[in-house]
């Protein structure tokens, strides 16, 4: 658990402004700008009688056009052998609006098991910037390699804990396989007992003990792989969403008095 608050940037996705356990994660890149995984604010849509998902691709017009997050954090812990549940927590509540990468796609099963995902990153700009001191996070400016061991974090929906919202968790793993250059897809090595709901939309870190790279964001998982979409790869897209997000930010700012 992330009682120090070295992890502070990685947020929860909620449904909405009641619910306050995660559905999945993301990371705030700056104050006014979060990302996570599209395939967190585009679920599959329910068709048949029997409640089946949509056969076929999902992509980005089935998405949510705005999405709510919690930043957590952590205080005084009282009992530090039951920190999950004695964790003095701080929640600040944030809405924005999603902004899918345009070529993110989702494929199902019948089942609803995913079959592949594609460029699954989607921005939320919040309609308020964060007040809080976050830990500062820098996009990779490499790709990461096989065999290269990363730290991902996320609200995972650990069932020890179920009535207990807001524990970040964070873990080791390793690179196994990059899909290669036309993909985006990045596999790695579960380390440690899985907790599957809410990490989904979390950050992958390559770090040193005074920073973090931001390398990726977990995307949604299957029973036959766990992949994250590196964010090195779609670097452009990120980067041409932070500038339009500031320069959306600096024209919205009030008009100066001049000098005080």
């Known amino acids: 658990m992330d009682i120090s608050n070295r992890y ?5 996705l909620t449904a909405d402004g009641e619910r306050v356990h995660a559905s999945c994660s993301g990371i705030l890149l700056s104050r006014r700008v979060a990302l996570t995984a599209a395939s967190c604010v585009c679920p599959p849509r329910q068709a048949t009688a029997h409640g089946a998902p949509d056969k076929g691709p999902i992509g980005p017009s089935a998405c949510a056009e ?3 997050i919690r930043t957590v954090r952590y205080g005084l ?6 920190k999950e549940e004695s964790a003095a927590k701080t929640f600040r509540g944030f809405t924005g609006e999603v902004r899918v990468h345009p070529a993110f796609k989702l494929e199902l099963d019948d089942q609803g098991s995913v079959l592949a995902t ?3 990153l989607a921005i939320i700009v919040l309609d308020t910037p964060v007040q809080d001191e976050l830990p500062h996070v820098s996009l990779s400016e490499t790709e990461v390699q096989e065999n290269e061991a990363l730290v991902m974090v ?3 929906d650990d069932p020890r804990f179920r ?3 807001g524990i970040r968790y964070f873990r080791h793993n390793k690179v196994t396989q990059l899909h290669g250059a036309a993909d985006g897809r990045v596999l790695y090595e579960q380390q440690g007992a899985f907790v599957y709901n809410g990490y989904a939309g979390g950050p992958c870190f390559r770090e040193d003990e005074t920073h973090q790279w931001l390398v990726g964001i977990a995307s949604v998982g299957s029973d036959q792989e766990l992949a994250f979409t590196s964010t090195y790869f779609f670097r452009d897209w990120l980067r041409a969403e932070l500038q339009r997000a500031a320069e959306w930010d600096s024209s ?3 008009a100066s008095k001049g000098p005080r």
């Open 66 to 68: 705005r999405a709510f």
């Open 163 to 165: 009535g207990v919202p």
């Open 154 to 156: 996320g609200y995972g």
């Open 118 to 120: 594609h460029a699954d």
């Open 8 to 12: 502070a940037s990685t947020v929860m």
């Open 252 to 254: 919205s700012a009030p």
């Open 77 to 82: 812990v009282k009992y530090p052998e039951l």
